[in-house]
């Protein structure tokens, strides 16, 4: 009985999330810095259409692999050079969304930035939030979320409803650790 409860309970928290995370509108507003957390292309193009309408002072591409940077950052610095040399600022730390968040708090505390622009996947933005708040404190985080195209619907895709299914567990560990530390 308490595994039924259990999957019940949790087989509705997946349909919150999915609900949330489709549902979620994101209005741009003006911050003091921007930060995507790297993946799929569009979340920099993102970014860098949000610093070029002047909503943050400077960008911070958080997660860029040394060892082999994707086409479409190298295509981007091209396009645009003198936005890349003023105001770009690019990472090399973080491998997960834990990475992202104290890449982003040394980023914002070094820049004095009371304010940032969250860039990410629809998906990926409630875990991005819970992992950075827990990370840079009171500094306030303003969600724009990135929006990829999928083939079908989330319950007729394999690959999307996995994706979903595993971030939302993610969520749920990354909710249930901040949680445990404010109480400790």
Same mark, same amino acid.
């Given at each position: 009985?308490?595994?039924?409860?259990?999957?019940?309970?949790a087989?509705? $928290?997946?349909?919150q999330?999915?609900?949330?995370v489709d549902?979620?509108s994101?209005?741009r507003?003006?911050a003091?810095?921007?930060?995507v957390?790297t $993946?799929?292309?569009?979340?920099v193009?993102? $970014?860098?259409?949000?610093l070029?309408?002047?909503?943050?002072? /400077?960008?911070?591409i958080?997660?860029?692999?040394r060892?082999?940077?994707?086409?479409?950052?190298?295509?981007?610095?091209?396009?645009?050079?003198?936005?890349?040399?003023?105001?770009?600022d690019? $990472?090399f730390?973080?491998?997960?969304?834990?990475?992202?968040?104290?890449e982003?708090?040394?980023?914002?505390?070094q820049?004095?930035?009371r304010?940032?622009?969250?860039v990410t996947?629809?998906?990926?933005?409630p875990?991005?939030l819970?992992?950075?708040?827990?990370?840079? @404190?009171?500094v306030?985080?303003?969600?724009?979320?990135s929006?990829a195209?999928?083939?079908?619907?989330?319950w007729s895709?394999?690959?999307?409803?996995?994706?979903?299914?595993?971030?939302?567990?993610?969520?749920?560990?990354?909710? @249930? /650790?901040?949680?445990?530390?404010?109480i400790?």
């Amino acid at each position: 009985m308490v595994l039924i409860a259990c999957g019940i309970i949790a087989a509705f $928290g997946f349909l919150q999330f999915v609900d949330y995370v489709d549902g979620q509108s994101y209005a741009r507003q003006k911050a003091d810095g921007i930060v995507v957390l790297t $993946g799929e292309p569009s979340r920099v193009r993102m $970014g860098v259409e949000l610093l070029e309408q002047k909503l943050g002072q /400077r960008l911070l591409i958080s997660g860029v692999s040394r060892e082999s940077q994707p086409n479409y950052l190298l295509t981007l610095r091209e396009n645009k050079p003198s936005l890349f040399a003023c105001c770009v600022d690019l $990472g090399f730390e973080a491998t997960t969304t834990v990475g992202n968040a104290d890449e982003a708090t040394i980023w914002a505390k070094q820049h004095k930035f009371r304010s940032i622009i969250v860039v990410t996947a629809h998906y990926h933005m409630p875990r991005a939030l819970v992992e950075l708040q827990r990370e840079i @404190g009171d500094v306030k985080l303003v969600p724009v979320a990135s929006y990829a195209k999928y083939n079908g619907t989330l319950w007729s895709n394999p690959a999307l409803f996995k994706r979903y299914a595993v971030e939302y567990l993610k969520f749920c560990v990354a909710w @249930g /650790r901040a949680r445990l530390e404010q109480i400790l």
